[in-house]
Structures are given as structure tokens and as C-alpha cells.
T-cell receptor, first 114, second 112 residues
Framework: DTGVSQNPRHKITKRGQNVTFRCDPI?????LYWYRQTLGQGPEFLTY????????KSRLLSDRFSAERPKGSFSTLEIQRTEQGDSAMYLC????????????FGSGTRLTVV | QQQVKQSPQSLIVQKGGISIINCAYE??????FPWYQQFPGKGPALLIA?????SEKKEGRFTISFNKSAKQFSLHIMDSQPGDSATYFC???????????FGKGTRLHILP
């Protein structure tokens, strides 16, 4: 087990393009979370899944954002029609619900919209 | 509305000194208060956490002090080392695997 893996580590895209990020959680973890972190700020919650079910979405997650976890394993976060304000670090975390160990973050995907 | 307020924004401490970071929260339903440490280019890593039924928790050089009536909690790093230089976030949630509300962070620099 190598922890939570996120790909790509860095993404530069032009405004208006679509981007997709992938998160591979720790294998036995059934909960998966997405957070966004801008420079000098703490991470902000976006959404989370338990297995394949998306249980909560933040108001930060506009209609241009969509997240999936089709088989309850890896997850993708897609941003359509990117804007400069989407530039941030997108963090994924996972946990095993019920065992109360807290959760483990990946190293994130740094998105820059130019 | 910022639910977790953290201070100071930045902190410089001499090697061997005590680093103290303070946080205050608003929602009395919060039941889990973790501290995360983040190095540049990395995701946050859980450092230590406390439940509100405990007033203090110590793990090695790291201690959380919790004041439920004041809705405040703090992180103390004893014998601070240059390797402790990082950004520290206090946080709160309803339970250990619910969504976490983070403070804005404290950038700590330990002088060698």
C-alpha cells in the first residue's frame, strides 16, 4: 500500500478547456474526499463518496465540476470550461469509515489555468 | 462564515523553543479536532487530534490543549526543531471521517 495517489501532479491548461484529475485511494478505504486548496489558505471541502455513492457536495462545487467514483475504487474530478479562479491544488483523501483513524491525504494535483 | 479561526498567520521560533498556535471554533456540534502539518508540495498529514471530552493530549513533543467552555484549542510544540518548519492547520469536524473544516494555517519557521 503506497498511500493515496493523485495524477497528474501538475496540470497547466488554457481557460475554457476541460481537465480531469484522478485519485487512487488506499485500497481498503471506502470513503474518498476531494478538497481544494488555494495559496495561503486551508483546504476547503468539495465532496465525498462512500463506496460509489456521492454523499455530500459543497456549494463550492459549481455545475462545471463533477466527481465520480464508478466502482467504489478510484475517483475522477472533472472541471469543464476552466476559469482562472479554478487555479488551485486539488487534494484527495481517503478513510475507512467506522474505524475512526481519521483520513489520509494525497499529495494533490496543482492546476494552473492560463 | 469562517468556522475555525487560527492565529498567528506566521510564527518564528528559535530552535529549542516552544511554538504555540491557537484556534477558536464556533460550532458546538464539532466533536473531533485534528491538527495537520503540511510541507511544500505535499498534502496535509495528520499530526495529533483530540475529542472535546479531553482537556489535553500529548504525543511526543506535540501537545493539544482544549478549552471546551471557551471553544478554543491550541497546539504546543516543545523543543522546536528546524525540521518542524512547515504550515500547520487546525481543523474541526463532526466526527473523524466526516468533512473537515480547516483554519487558514500558520506558517512556522524554526531558526537553527
Amino acid at each position: 500500500d503506497t498511500g493515496v495517489s493523485q495524477n497528474p501532479r501538475h496540470k497547466i491548461t488554457k481557460r475554457g478547456q476541460n481537465v480531469t484529475f484522478r485519485c487512487d485511494p488506499i485500497s481498503e478505504h471506502n470513503r474518498l474526499y476531494w478538497y481544494r486548496q488555494t495559496l495561503g489558505q486551508g483546504p476547503e471541502f468539495l465532496t465525498y463518496f462512500q463506496n460509489e455513492a456521492q454523499l455530500e457536495k459543497s456549494r463550492l462545487l459549481s455545475d462545471r465540476f463533477s466527481a465520480e467514483r464508478p466502482k467504489g475504487s478510484f475517483s475522477t474530478l472533472e472541471i469543464q470550461r476552466t476559469e482562472q479562479g479554478d487555479s488551485a491544488m486539488y487534494l484527495c483523501a481517503s478513510s475507512l469509515h467506522g474505524l475512526n483513524y481519521g483520513y489520509t491525504f494525497g499529495s494533490g494535483t496543482r492546476l494552473t489555468v492560463v | 462564515q469562517q468556522q475555525v479561526k487560527q492565529s498567528p498567520q506566521s510564527l518564528i521560533v528559535q530552535k529549542g523553543g516552544i511554538s504555540i498556535i491557537n484556534c477558536a471554533y464556533e460550532n458546538t456540534a464539532f466533536d473531533y479536532f485534528p491538527w495537520y502539518q503540511q510541507f511544500p508540495g505535499k498534502g496535509p498529514a495528520l499530526l495529533i487530534a483530540i475529542r472535546p471530552d479531553v482537556s489535553e493530549k500529548k504525543e511526543g513533543r506535540f501537545t493539544i490543549s482544549f478549552n471546551k467552555s471557551a471553544k478554543q484549542f491550541s497546539l504546543h510544540i516543545m523543543d522546536s526543531q528546524p525540521g518542524d518548519s512547515a504550515t500547520y492547520f487546525c481543523a474541526a469536524s463532526l466526527n473523524r471521517d466526516d468533512k473537515i473544516i480547516f483554519g487558514k494555517g500558520t506558517r512556522l519557521h524554526i531558526l537553527p
